[in-house]
């Protein structure tokens, strides 16, 4: 069964305090990794896809990195505006038709002060 | 709004009552995704169309949840006999096959169910 672990639950930050999140997962057939973040009451917005180890991607304060059994995002000098959860998901073969389904973790809910 | 659309946002209903649901996705994307999501928890994978064909299908979806996608277009998704455990948000997603690619899902912003 594919997992997908994320950590920590909550973090908090101080305005232009750098830090990462931790995505570990156990997949077979990982066909992509996703991150995406989500504001209270609303769905859950995309960021990053990567598809093997040792990609990378950035966008403005954050970058995502991938290998071949966890991804990290990595957030440079936060703004409070950058509260919310970061979710991760995997994306693999369905169980009955082989069809790409996504396991999401839990999440990380992060709070920036200013 | 090129987005995903939802309707209704926000559903109460009492135990028992059957409730339907609305997915638009965006206009050129063929593949449509359910999940379901509670609190403290990422979205759970309900259900897959691509065009109008249900091709896969949750363990977690039990027979009183079905999903239609008649013309290849909106979706509906159905509860039957709602129980308070149902109380969720249910978020639609829609994405673009293109090949063998595997794009990204992109989310509408939900209906929360309340069962009481």
């Known amino acids: 069964e594919d997992q997908v672990t994320q950590s920590p639950e909550a973090l908090r930050l101080q305005e232009g305090e750098s830090s990462s999140l931790n995505c570990s997962y156990t997949?077979?057939?990982?066909?992509?990794l996703f991150w995406y973040r989500q504001d209270p009451g609303k769905g859950p917005e995309f960021l990053f896809t990567?598809?093997?180890a040792g990609e990378e991607k950035e966008k403005e304060r954050l970058k995502a990195t991938l290998t071949k059994k966890e991804s990290f995002l990595h957030i440079t000098a936060p703004k409070p505006e950058d509260s919310a959860t970061y979710l991760c998901a995997v994306q693999a073969p369905g169980e009955r038709s082989g069809y790409s389904t996504l396991t999401f973790g839990k999440g990380t809910m992060l709070l920036v002060s200013p | 709004d090129t987005g995903v659309s939802q309707n209704p946002r926000h559903k109460i209903t009492k135990r028992g009552q059957n409730v339907t649901f609305r997915c638009d996705p965006i206009?050129?994307?063929?593949?449509l995704y359910w999940y379901r999501q509670t609190l403290g928890q990422g979205p759970e994978f309900l259900t897959y169309?691509?065009?109008?064909?249900?091709?896969?299908k949750s363990r977690l979806l039990s027979d009183r949840f079905s999903a239609e996608r008649p013309k290849g277009s909106f979706s509906t998704l159905e509860i039957q006999r709602t129980e308070q455990g149902d109380s969720a948000m249910y978020l639609c997603?829609?994405?673009?096959?293109?090949?063998?690619?595997?794009?990204?899902?992109?989310f509408g912003p939900g209906t929360r169910l309340t069962v009481l």
């Open positions: 997949v077979s057939g990982l066909r992509g």
């Open positions: 990567l598809y093997s």
């Open positions: 206009s050129e994307h063929n593949r």
């Open positions: 997603a829609s994405s673009l096959k293109m090949g063998q690619g595997y794009n990204e899902q992109f």
């Open positions: 169309f691509q065009n109008e064909a249900q091709l896969e």
